[in-house]
């Protein structure tokens, strides 16, 4: 049998790239599928919880499927808000400092 | 025996899924190519399906593979596609190598972070003998999620009707924005910014609200 620290060593390590994404990483993408790794990591935890605790639920896999469905929802809208970025600034690179347009009105 | 070689197998077959998905993890945060990277984190989704298969959740499992590897990475592979071609390779930029630096220690830091929770704590070995059978698991997961925690699901589909609509209105805002920039509320002119401006023009607005109604009336009788 699988020990659960087998499952929770490589939920942080998947948990610990999606950090290193989120940090070193300046494309909108990859920070997108970065989160989306830590994401896994964080589903896997909750299942092998819910499995190796005394008394068996199904909480750990009913969150799972809630966090699945959110995270359809968060990674459409993030492609949007990535979209919107690129149309204004013409970049989706974090790195490249962007020149604020200036308001003509004022 | 038997036992011993099934055990032997279980842990080779978790062994070889997890180093496959670190490695295809370290591909999509490290390939070049865009659309390899998304491809990789597609692969790495399906793959994270057989750990909820070990882990006696296959309906989870499904659902990982519908909608990480066939929903999230299509879309992603759309959104990239959307763009144009210069943004396939990586650019990343740091002004200097001590940003870099400090991103790679903080990841470092989560990562031993973590780690030591796992070390310093003792966690069971062994799945408990009272467990639920793999053949029903199914039922009990849509009691769980239908009948004593309907709220949440409920509440999900309103989130995730929230972010299709905001979705769909923040594509509209921009091209709103396009159309009309500089006056009403989201880039649409209204009755009152109508009225408004032509009175700031030197117009009375008693008499444009008059001269609008009369056209409206002359289009009718035509």
């Known amino acids: 049998m699988i020990p659960l620290s087998w499952y929770l060593a490589l939920a942080f390590m998947l948990i610990g790239l999606g950090a290193y994404g989120m940090m070193v990483k300046r494309n ?5 599928i970065s989160a ?6 964080v589903m896997i935890a909750l299942v092998a919880f ?10 750990g896999q009913g969150l799972v499927i809630l966090i699945i469905s959110v995270a359809a929802a968060h990674t459409a809208l993030a492609m949007v808000l990535m979209l919107m970025y690129h149309r204004r600034y013409q970049t989706i690179d974090l790195g ?3 020149v604020q347009e200036e308001i003509s009105d004022e | 025996m038997l036992m011993q070689i099934e055990a032997l197998l279980e842990h080779i077959e978790f062994l070889l899924i997890a180093g496959i998905v670190l490695v295809l993890a370290i591909l999509a945060l490290e390939h070049k190519d865009l659309v390899y990277a998304v491809f990789f984190f597609g692969i790495m989704a399906s793959f ?3 750990f909820f298969l070990l882990l006696e959740a296959p309906f989870v499992a499904g659902m990982q593979i519908a909608v990480y590897t066939g929903g999230i990475s299509v879309l992603i592979i759309f959104g990239v596609l959307l763009l144009p071609i210069f943004h396939d390779t990586t ?9 870099k630096r400090l991103g790679i220690v903080l990841s470092i830091f989560v990562i031993i972070l973590s780690g030591s929770l796992v070390f310093l704590f003792t966690w069971p070995t062994e799945i408990p003998a009272v467990n639920v059978d793999l053949a029903q698991s199914l039922e009990g997961l849509a009691q769980w999620l239908w009948g004593n925690h309907g709220i949440y699901v409920q509440f999900i589909a309103i989130i995730i009707l929230t972010s299709l609509i905001g979705s769909l209105a923040i594509l509209k805002l921009e091209k709103a924005e396009h159309l009309n920039p500089e006056s009403g509320v989201y880039g649409l ?11 700031k023009a030197g117009n009375k607005s008693e008499d444009t609200v008059p001269v609008i109604m009369a056209q ?3 289009e009718e009788g035509t």
């Open chain 2, 189 to 199: 002119a209204t009755w009152d910014d109508d009225t408004s401006e032509k009175a």
């Open chain 2, 48 to 50: 994270v399906a057989g």
């Open chain 1, 96 to 98: 490249v400092p962007v």
């Open chain 1, 28 to 32: 909108l993408i990859r920070i997108i």
């Open chain 2, 91 to 99: 650019r990343e930029r740091f002004e200097t190598i001590r940003k």
């Open chain 1, 50 to 59: 819910s499995l190796y605790l005394d008394t068996f639920t199904f909480t």
């Open chain 2, 216 to 218: 409206d009336a002359e």
């Open chain 1, 36 to 41: 989306e790794i830590m994401g896994n990591g």
